[in-house]
């Protein structure tokens, strides 16, 4: 067990550093095709921080544990609200812009409540898949219009890269993706059968908390430097990631049937996400109380989740 949680840790910096690779060396090739910067930062690199994720999911998927792939986005989605932009607050009062209340979180919501009346059965097919990928096409498609009329944040700067170093990071990035999902996915899955635990926990746990490390770092820092807006922003955007296109792509390739995640855990990410929405409302700010609170909640929703093993 010992040595399988060295792999986890294995995998999971193999996987985080694929994705920055991966993201830089793609973002670099779109500016030399003069792709807009705004348009690289709502796209390539917006997708690049789902990565991990994305990786994640697809090969526990096609590994026959669709648990970990499912609990993967769902506990992602729960930390991401309540203990990143928990702790974050916390840290500094963390300010949500326009943007993301009129946009990001109100698709996340619709992304929440599609993704629990589409597993209502315990499964998702290709079909379920399908319909998922088409609303992160309608997502992407509002998202790219409101960049156009310049009503949304601006990105980070995006490097330049010569030709050939682009090339290798793109490579070096998916090596380190794919090889590093799957040390993860069988070693959580190796921790899981020798704990007796489901792999659905795990997945809502272990891996989900090892795929937004990411998110909690940026967040925390741009807190502190109190350039809150654009991490909540991306924290948030990922969730519409993480469900329409992550979940979308893998049910669409790998058909799931879910058994370790129930209703329950539905349910507290859509309240997490809908209480950040409330919360955004007061001055476009989440307060430093409202942040003890979400994390609060966080930790009640973890205590639950150990009592049930």
């Known amino acids: 067990m010992v040595l399988d949680i060295i792999i986890i840790v294995l995998g999971v910096a193999m996987v985080l550093k694929g994705a920055d690779i991966l993201t830089e060396g793609a973002s670099a090739v779109a500016r030399r095709m003069n792709v807009p910067e705004i348009i690289i930062g709502l796209t390539i690199v917006a997708a690049g921080t789902s990565a ?9 998927a096609l590994n026959g544990t669709p648990d970990l792939a499912v609990g993967n986005v769902v506990g992602s989605n729960t930390m991401n609200c309540m203990l990143i932009v928990g702790t974050a607050a916390i840290v500094a009062p963390m300010i949500i812009s326009r943007s993301t209340v009129k ?49 949304t944040e601006q990105v980070e700067e995006v490097k330049q890269l010569n030709p050939w170093l682009s090339a290798f990071y793109i490579v070096a990035g998916l090596a380190l993706l794919v090889v590093g999902s799957n040390l993860f996915v069988d070693s959580a899955s190796s921790v ?49 990631f993480n469900i329409l296109l992550i979940l979308g792509l893998t049910a669409t390739i790998s058909p799931m049937q879910i058994e370790g995640i129930t209703t329950i855990d539905m ?21 430093r109380w409202e942040g003890a609170l979400l994390v609060g909640g966080y930790l009640v929703y973890l205590g639950w989740l150990i009592s049930n093993l």
Do not use: C, H
Request: hydrophobic share 55%; proline share 2%; no cysteine.
């Open 267 to 287: 349910a507290v990410m859509l309240l997490s996400v809908t209480l950040v929405w409330l919360f955004s409302f007061t001055r476009y700010t989440v307060e």
């Open 103 to 151: 946009k990001d979180i109100p698709f996340s919501v619709g992304a929440s409540v599609l993704l629990m009346l589409i597993a209502f059965d315990s499964f998702l097919g290709r079909i379920d898949g399908i319909l998922l990928l088409v609303g992160f096409a309608v997502f992407m498609a509002y998202t790219l219009s409101q960049a156009r009329k310049g009503q």
């Open 192 to 240: 899981a059968a020798s704990l007796g635990v489901s792999e659905g926990i795990i997945g809502l746990t272990v891996v989900a908390g090892g795929t937004s490390l990411p998110e909690l770092a940026t967040s925390v820092v741009a807190a502190r430097k109190g350039q809150s807006a654009i991490a909540i922003g991306n924290v948030i955007g990922s969730n519409v």
């Open 52 to 60: 991990p994720e994305l990786f994640v999911s697809l090969v526990s």
